[in-house]
Structures are given as structure tokens and as C-alpha cells.
């Protein structure tokens, strides 16, 4: 952590894409969450915080990390686009938001996959009007080759395949939400149910 801030307290914000940076501060030091703002990237931010329809331009692949660490620090303080709306269902409980991550994890995830090919992946799927990034210059990954920033983030995102199924309510009354209809199994103690 010391070294992650001697390094970058005295560069310029990044323009470029640099993945997540999420910091958590189990121990109240200061020094964690101005580390973490050293990832900020205002231009974009800024944008949200007003409310500004103005993104167009930007690569969703690079700044959704930032959003999903800003989430992450107002949680503490206070990795995707599904993980956005994950954490939205969790705070506000409308189902918008968890149809959105259904929808993305279907359609966004599962199609990043070729077929049955173990580890032969793309990491976006374009959505212009007959484009196919499969086509392009990239192509499609393999399981040894293919060490683009974003590849990485394609495989992660087959790890949420089990996540997010279940959200428990921890109110005086016990609720349960089931978002994903998948097959699982669940163990709530809360209301004694297997």
C-alpha cells in the first residue's frame, strides 16, 4: 500500500484504462481512501454526479471499473455494468435492476463464449449494426494467448454465473429475492427453510 501510493500520489489521473481499483479499510486509515481517489477519473465522474448525459465516447470497459470502486468506497465510506446494477437491486430492491443483470448476464456473458470451446473467448460483442468482433482484428481468444486487458475481465465475468442468484432482506421480517432461475439450491437460516 505504501509503495501503491509513493508511486502514484504525484501522477496525473489516468486516461487510459487501468482496470479496478477497490480498496477497502478494515483498519481506519485515511491513507486507503486517498489512495483510492488517486484512481479517479473526474472528467467521468464529474459527468455522473451531475447527471450529465454526456458519455458517449467513453469505453465502458474502462470506466466501468471506476464506477463499480466508487460504489464500492461510498459503501465503505458512507468488475462491468452488471455489477452496477447489482449493487443498485441490492440498495434499492426495484426490479429493474435485477432484470437488467439477468438480461446482461445471459446475453452479455454467456454469448462471449465459442461454443463448447474451452477457453476460446471474446471479450465484448460489438453492437453495431453487422459488426462481429469476431471478425476483426482481435478475433477470438484462446485459452493461452489471449492476454488482452479485457480477456481477463471475460473470463472473470463466467465466475458470476452463481453469483447474485439469492438477496436476503435483513429486516425485523426476514425476505428473500430470487433474481436468477437457475438451478440451486439454498440453505436460509434466517426462516429455517432448505
Same mark, same amino acid.
Given at each position: 500500500?505504501?509503495?501503491?501510493?509513493?508511486?502514484?500520489?504525484?501522477?496525473?489521473?489516468?486516461?487510459?484504462?487501468? #482496470?479496478?481499483?477497490?480498496?477497502?479499510?478494515?483498519?481506519?486509515?485515511?491513507?486507503? +481512501?486517498? =489512495?483510492? !481517489?488517486?484512481?479517479? %477519473?473526474?472528467?467521468?465522474?464529474?459527468?455522473?454526479?451531475?447527471?450529465?448525459?454526456?458519455?458517449?465516447?467513453?469505453?465502458?470497459?474502462?470506466?466501468?471499473?471506476?464506477?463499480?470502486?466508487?460504489?464500492?468506497?461510498?459503501?465503505?465510506?458512507?468488475?462491468?455494468?452488471?455489477?452496477?446494477?447489482?449493487?443498485?437491486?441490492?440498495?434499492?430492491?426495484?426490479?429493474?435492476?435485477?432484470?437488467?443483470?439477468?438480461?446482461?448476464?445471459?446475453?452479455?456473458?454467456? #454469448?462471449?463464449?465459442?461454443?463448447?470451446?474451452?477457453?476460446?473467448?471474446?471479450?465484448? +460483442?460489438? =453492437?453495431? !449494426?453487422?459488426?462481429? %468482433?469476431?471478425?476483426?482484428?482481435?478475433?477470438?481468444?484462446?485459452?493461452?494467448?489471449?492476454?488482452?486487458?479485457?480477456?481477463?475481465?471475460?473470463?472473470?465475468?463466467?465466475?458470476?454465473?452463481?453469483?447474485?442468484?439469492?438477496?436476503?432482506?435483513?429486516?425485523?421480517?426476514?425476505?428473500?429475492?430470487?433474481?436468477?432461475?437457475?438451478?440451486?439450491?439454498?440453505?436460509?437460516?434466517?426462516?429455517?427453510?432448505?
Amino acid at each position: 500500500l505504501v509503495w501503491s501510493f509513493r508511486k502514484t500520489a504525484g501522477l496525473p489521473t489516468p486516461g487510459t484504462p487501468y #482496470g479496478g481499483w477497490e480498496a477497502s479499510d478494515s483498519e481506519g486509515d485515511q491513507k486507503h +481512501l486517498l =489512495l483510492a !481517489h488517486l484512481f479517479d %477519473k473526474p472528467c467521468f465522474l464529474g459527468l455522473l454526479a451531475m447527471k450529465a448525459d454526456d458519455l458517449s465516447g467513453f469505453h465502458s470497459n474502462a470506466h466501468i471499473p471506476i464506477v463499480v470502486g466508487a460504489q464500492n468506497r461510498y459503501e465503505i465510506t458512507g468488475d462491468e455494468l452488471y455489477k452496477v446494477s447489482r449493487n443498485l437491486f441490492r440498495w434499492t430492491k426495484q426490479v429493474m435492476y435485477a432484470d437488467y443483470y439477468e438480461r446482461a448476464l445471459t446475453n452479455g456473458v454467456l #454469448g462471449i463464449q465459442k461454443g463448447t470451446e474451452l477457453g476460446v473467448m471474446i471479450y465484448m +460483442l460489438p =453492437l453495431g !449494426h453487422g459488426v462481429s %468482433k469476431g471478425k476483426s482484428f482481435h478475433g477470438w481468444g484462446d485459452q493461452f494467448n489471449s492476454c488482452w486487458c479485457c480477456y481477463g475481465t471475460g473470463i472473470e465475468s463466467f465466475s458470476k454465473l452463481g453469483d447474485s442468484i439469492y438477496f436476503e432482506e435483513t429486516t425485523n421480517v426476514p425476505g428473500l429475492y430470487v433474481i436468477q432461475y437457475i438451478p440451486s439450491s439454498l440453505d436460509w437460516t434466517a426462516a429455517q427453510i432448505s
